[in-house]
């Protein structure tokens, strides 16, 4: 048995001097003290669940000069992220059982972490075909996505063909006639039109659309929003899971004027006053899921010019890290905190993991509060080789483990052994939210 000793372990909502006992990669004991085995040394370390993100874009494959899983996955250990939802949007997409294959393939050398794997929601998907093998079914995209684009009128037969799968169906929600209009009015004009070319509004419209969509159906899919941006549309949302990105919440419109395109990414960064609003939202209980978008572009890519360049920014590093720096200073409890980064992202894919508990997956990360860093290009592991935060604070991981083994040292990365999870269904009760 290995036993972590000497930490304070994140139990039932509250830290407690405790030991863990770790058998077969799961926890198997929780005790005060008294426990023998291999000591896992965590004295002076607070022990918390490894984050699940449940949003991240590994490219790989065609896309491989942005990112790869070995990257990508390297990049997540080291920021506290022991699993990963990959999104569908690849090159190949990831619609048919051979293009998913394609991407196991890769993922199942690559990954240093635990992975799903999402299927594509379009037209052409074979979503029977795919449902065997895939963890959820989305990112669905309403405006954008190229060949994966969905438009309203299909939109009903897709989430029923996705009901039949018992998974998660989630949205990226923008309406993309409200976003064409707004690109072509304000295209080729100055960057900090960007939030205006793909307003708000363009957000809540796709969101209203399609809850209106899932009421009317009879059987319904469980259903989760990607990165909301605007604190109007959570108001909106009601009965499905929210999710929001660490970049709406850290960085705001003026950021897209010192920084340009490397902080295009859809829906776009708001102004201050709706980022003050989501972090309100953040504490009582409105957000469900923080997970990264982390959408890896080079940054040749970037440098082509504002409107050209391509949108998504990388996240899945300084995620965690950046977060656990404000619940340092008090911004955002310890609770919220685990909540939206592991509970909650298990529960919505219905895993063994998320939880300090007897008989889960034994994916902790070790933490030290005390050891501020400021964020520089060369801690960085995705490909891309940038990220929007240089020079900001955070607090990384001094150890992340996953199914017992230690994955990552400050010193280095160990054993590559991720591997595929697989969702027991989804077990989401609703949080209550505000009606205002
Ligand atoms: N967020 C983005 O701006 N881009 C993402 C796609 C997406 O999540 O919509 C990407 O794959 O690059
Ligand atoms: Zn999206
Ligand atoms: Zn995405």
């Known amino acids: 048995m290995k036993v972590v000793k000497g930490g304070r372990i994140y139990y039932k909502g509250r830290l407690v001097n405790a030991e863990l006992g770790i058998e077969q990669g799961r926890i198997t004991k929780i005790k005060k003290t008294g426990l023998t085995g291999d000591i896992v040394n965590a004295r002076g370390m607070v022990v918390l669940p490894g984050a699940i993100d449940i949003h991240v874009h590994f490219r790989d494959m065609d896309l491989s000069d942005k990112e790869t899983w070995e990257t990508g996955s390297k990049a997540a250990a080291a920021g506290g992220v022991t699993t990963v939802i990959e999104q569908p949007n690849t090159k190949p997409p990831t619609d048919s059982r051979k293009t998913y294959k394609q991407k196991k393939g890769k993922a199942k050398t690559g990954s240093f972490v635990d992975y799903g794997i999402n299927?594509?929601?379009?037209?052409?998907?074979?979503?029977?075909g795919l449902s065997p093998f895939v963890s959820g079914f989305g990112e669905t995209f309403l405006a954008g996505g190229n060949d994966l684009h969905v438009r309203y009128e299909d939109l009903e037969g897709l989430l029923q063909a996705v009901e039949t799968t018992k998974k998660v169906l989630?949205?990226?929600?923008?309406?993309e006639k409200l976003v064409e209009k707004g690109i072509s009015r304000y295209k080729n004009t100055r960057e900090s039109n960007y939030p205006k070319a793909r307003p708000e509004k363009a957000e809540e419209k796709a969101v209203d659309k399609v809850i209106d969509i899932y009421n009317k159906i009879e059987r319904k899919p469980p259903l989760h929003f990607c990165h909301i941006s605007s604190y109007k549309t959570l108001n909106l949302i009601n009965d499905s899971t929210v999710e929001v990105t660490p970049h709406h919440?850290?960085?705001?419109?003026?950021?897209?004027?010192?920084?340009g395109s490397y902080v295009k990414t859809n829906p776009p960064i708001r102004g201050r006053k709706n980022r003050a609003m989501l972090w309100k939202a953040l504490n009582s209980g409105e957000i469900d899921v923080i997970a990264s978008d982390h959408a890896p572009h080079t940054q040749n890519e970037k440098e082509q010019g504002f409107w050209k360049a391509p949108s998504g920014v990388?996240?899945?590093?300084?995620?965690l890290p950046q977060l656990a720096y404000h619940v340092k200073k008090r911004n955002l409890s310890l609770k919220r905190f685990v909540k939206t980064l592991c509970e909650n992202p298990s529960d919505i894919y219905g895993l063994n993991k998320g939880y300090i508990k007897k008989g889960m997956d034994a994916d902790l990360i070790f933490m030290d509060f005390s050891d501020i860093t400021r964020i520089k290009k060369n801690m960085l592991h995705s490909k891309c080789g940038w990220t929007p935060y240089t020079g900001r604070r955070a607090i990384f991981p001094q150890k992340t483990m996953l199914r017992g083994k230690v994955i990552y040292k400050k010193s280095g990365f160990r054993d590559k052994i991720g591997e595929e999870i697989e969702p027991k269904g989804y077990r989401k009760s609703r949080e209550n939210r505000k009606t205002t």
């Open 314 to 319: 990388p996240g899945v590093q300084t995620m």
């Open 170 to 175: 989630t949205i990226h929600a923008e309406d």
């Open 119 to 128: 299927g594509a929601v379009a037209i052409h998907s074979d979503i029977s």
């Open 249 to 259: 919440l850290l960085l705001t419109k003026s950021d897209l004027k010192s920084q």
